[in-house]
């Protein structure tokens, strides 16, 4: 039984319930006035509470019982630290490898004593190391930790890559916010809100209710940062045979496009699928890796520019597939025979040098392709 309310309290110690502890081994009395490993327990729990007084006269009665008990000796090593008397607590931590050469607590807490700054006082030591010693996760909890944290990793990345995109127009600027607004109050037909599909709306290949779908998914998924699948949808709708009505619609959609975010942007086309698609992806945006072939001047609207040929890789990033012209700012140093990855807006196509036209958004320069 001795030897049982010892070990209780330890447990309830390195659980961080001191108070517990105590009032625990206060609770037999009768045993811990002749248990000096119950009495260092006791001395650790009125450490822990920083009743230091309380802790050394437990100390010293431990001591009395036991001359041995290493447990009492390291609340008295630390009780002496606390009080600022270094040498004392090392004497008291050598006295312990003396008595027990493979106490790894007096060996690690000779090591503290040393790195402790001359300046170091006794509150900013914390004593749970110095007495209870590190905490020792045994190894078969890594193993049973590992597969847990890689589930959690998984949901974290599925949370954000699935959520941050619908959130991330929460955290626009006003005019964006309000331009979000406005795209609410955008309909195809005064009372489509209430469900009402006019007969007006009828072509040869859709009926009333799929164009207002269409136009519906476009909203929505401008809203949600699809910028992409907005801009197939209200292109395929300008090159249909819906009205002209209709289609003027459809365009004003265009006005509350926002390009996406650079660093969550993954909706890219390939080269190949604009190329063969330019005018359903005009408008739309892409993210591509190519190599800069030369820099010329050009002016747009009578705005100076720089424009960049750029030869465009496949998805693999390892063969050219075509070619792109990059329209700048003039403040962008780009150079030939840079390698670079291009976010861009897909605003053209030159049908004779069957180029692309890109209106740049983020050049970001990456290594030289090896060889």
Same mark, same amino acid.
């Given at each position: 039984?001795?030897?049982?309310?010892?070990? !209780? /309290?330890? +447990?309830?110690?390195?659980?961080?319930?001191?108070?517990?502890?105590?009032?625990?081994?206060? *609770?037999?009395?009768?045993?811990?006035?002749?248990?000096?490993?119950?009495?260092?327990?006791?001395?650790?729990?009125?450490?822990?509470?920083?009743?230091?007084?309380?802790?050394?006269?437990?100390? =010293?009665? %431990?001591?009395?019982?036991?001359?041995?008990?290493?447990?009492?000796?390291?609340?008295?090593?630390?009780?002496?630290?606390?009080?600022?008397? =270094?040498?004392?607590?090392?004497?008291?931590?050598?006295?312990?490898?003396?008595?027990?050469?493979?106490?790894? &607590?007096?060996?690690?807490?000779?090591?503290?004593?040393?790195?402790?700054?001359?300046?170091?006082?006794?509150?900013?030591?914390?004593?749970?190391?110095?007495?209870?010693?590190?905490?020792?996760?045994? *190894?078969?909890?890594?193993?049973?930790?590992?597969?847990?944290?890689?589930?959690? %990793?998984?949901?974290?990345?599925?949370?954000?890559?699935?959520?941050?995109?619908?959130?991330?127009?929460?955290?626009?600027?006003?005019?964006?916010?309000?331009?979000?607004?406005?795209?609410?109050?955008?309909?195809?037909?005064?009372?489509?809100?209430?469900?009402? +599909?006019?007969? *007006?709306?009828?072509?040869?290949?859709?009926?009333?209710?799929?164009?207002?779908? @269409?136009?519906?998914?476009?909203?929505?998924?401008?809203?949600?940062?699809?910028?992409?699948?907005?801009?197939? &949808? !209200?292109?395929?709708?300008?090159?249909?045979?819906?009205?002209?009505?209709?289609?003027? =619609?459809?365009?004003?959609?265009?006005?509350?496009?926002?390009?996406?975010?650079?660093? &969550?942007?993954?909706?890219?086309?390939?080269?190949?699928?604009?190329?063969?698609?330019?005018?359903?992806?005009?408008?739309?945006?892409?993210?591509?890796?190519?190599? !800069?072939?030369?820099? *010329?001047?050009?002016? !747009?609207?009578?705005?100076?520019?720089?424009? /960049?040929?750029?030869? +465009?890789?496949?998805?693999?990033?390892?063969? &050219?597939?075509?070619?792109?012209?990059? @329209?700048?700012? +003039?403040?962008?140093?780009?150079?030939?025979?840079?390698?670079?990855?291009?976010?861009?807006?897909?605003?053209?196509?030159?049908?004779?040098?069957?180029?692309?036209?890109?209106?740049?958004?983020?050049?970001?320069?990456?290594?030289?392709?090896?060889?």
């Amino acid at each position: 039984m001795k030897g049982n309310i010892a070990d !209780v /309290a330890r +447990v309830l110690l390195k659980r961080k319930k001191y108070q517990k502890a105590k009032d625990y081994l206060l *609770s037999h009395l009768d045993i811990l006035d002749r248990d000096a490993e119950a009495l260092s327990m006791l001395s650790f729990a009125n450490i822990f509470l920083k009743d230091f007084y309380a802790a050394e006269e437990v100390s =010293r009665k %431990a001591l009395r019982r036991d001359s041995f008990s290493t447990n009492a000796m390291l609340a008295k090593g630390y009780i002496s630290l606390q009080n600022g008397h =270094r040498e004392n607590a090392l004497r008291e931590y050598f006295r312990i490898i003396d008595i027990d050469p493979k106490n790894k &607590i007096a060996k690690d807490n000779i090591e503290r004593i040393r790195f402790l700054t001359n300046n170091a006082k006794g509150n900013e030591i914390n004593p749970r190391a110095y007495l209870l010693g590190k905490i020792n996760i045994p *190894s078969y909890k890594f193993f049973i930790a590992i597969p847990i944290l890689l589930i959690i %990793a998984l949901i974290f990345y599925i949370s954000i890559d699935r959520i941050y995109p619908k959130i991330r127009y929460i955290l626009l600027d006003k005019e964006q916010k309000e331009l979000r607004k406005k795209l609410e109050d955008v309909y195809l037909f005064e009372g489509l809100e209430k469900g009402d +599909v006019p007969d *007006s709306a009828k072509s040869p290949t859709y009926s009333p209710r799929q164009v207002a779908d @269409l136009f519906n998914k476009a909203k929505r998924d401008l809203r949600g940062a699809n910028v992409n699948e907005a801009i197939l &949808i !209200v292109n395929g709708a300008l090159y249909s045979d819906i009205n002209e009505y209709l289609k003027e =619609r459809f365009r004003v959609l265009k006005d509350f496009v926002i390009a996406p975010d650079y660093n &969550i942007f993954k909706e890219s086309p390939d080269y190949l699928t604009i190329a063969e698609n330019y005018k359903l992806y005009d408008g739309g945006y892409v993210k591509w890796k190519a190599d !800069v072939s030369r820099i *010329s001047q050009t002016n !747009v609207d009578g705005i100076p520019k720089k424009l /960049a040929r750029i030869l +465009v890789y496949d998805s693999n990033n390892k063969d &050219i597939i075509g070619i792109a012209d990059l @329209l700048l700012n +003039v403040n962008i140093d780009l150079k030939p025979n840079s390698y670079i990855e291009a976010y861009a807006k897909v605003i053209g196509y030159n049908d004779r040098q069957k180029s692309i036209l890109l209106d740049t958004q983020i050049i970001k320069h990456l290594p030289k392709k090896k060889n």
